[in-house]
């Protein structure tokens, strides 16, 4: 039953991203809008049912499995040897953001200045990193989750603050497609616990949407940068304020 699921959030995923919806799937089925929904919502498509959706997006079975097989559960977490390396290297960072976000060879040779065997000789280095796997004619299978979390004051995260976060923050979040939200209140551990996992939720909704949308061409989805944070702590400012005990 697992890999039904899977299977039907993968058609689900595809027909997204082909831009189709529940009443084109009905019409090449020759069913209503209402049972198609039914068949998806139950995990009760049949084999031919299914091929005739694939056939609705120019794809084969085999196709989806294939894109069923490339969202299974991948690494969550690099060694810090792994991190190091990327962090030691900005073409090899560069490269490693690119396949992570599902880019081609030929998409990172078209947008940065990278000579084409050089990006094959990094997507090598991932490959032997086991971050990636190099298929043939240089297709790239991602071997650990793109937002993968980085190692507490590792490699990774000492880059992002010492050459990241300050650029990151160098704006006023007043663009289209861009949001400050900054929230300041008092939570008893129980209710800052209840927070962090509703947090832990949206990363997940997040990978989701991430997910659906890398079949889309590279110029519909541009680059965006989330930071999710919460901790304990005060504003520095006020700390002249505080009376002593």
Known sequence: MPQVNSIIHALK??????????????????LSEASVKR?????????ARL??????????????????????PLLQQLTEEQEQQ??????????TICVLNRWTL?????????????????????????????LPRNRIKLLIAANFAWRNNGPIQRFFQENIGREYFATRFNQEGEQ???????????ANAEFQRKLERLVREFDDLNDDDAQLPLAERPGVTVVLAMRLWQYGLFAPLVRRK
């Open 39 to 47: 068949l998806l919502s139950g995990q009760n498509l049949s084999l």
């Open 180 to 190: 400050l939200i900054v929230l300041n209140g008092m939570l008893s551990p129980r």
């Open 106 to 134: 030929e998409d990172i040779c078209k947008v940065y200045t990278i000579a084409e065997t050089d990006c094959i000789r990094k997507l090598a280095l991932l490959d032997r990193l086991k971050i990636i796997e190099l």
């Open 13 to 30: 995923s595809n027909l997204k991203a082909h831009g189709l919806k529940y009443a084109d799937v009905a019409s090449a089925l020759d």
């Open 51 to 72: 091929e005739k959706v694939c056939q609705l997006m120019s794809l084969e079975i085999s196709d989806l499995v294939q894109f069923m097989q490339e969202r299974q």
């Open 86 to 95: 990327i962090a030691s290297d900005i073409e090899l960072l560069l490269v």
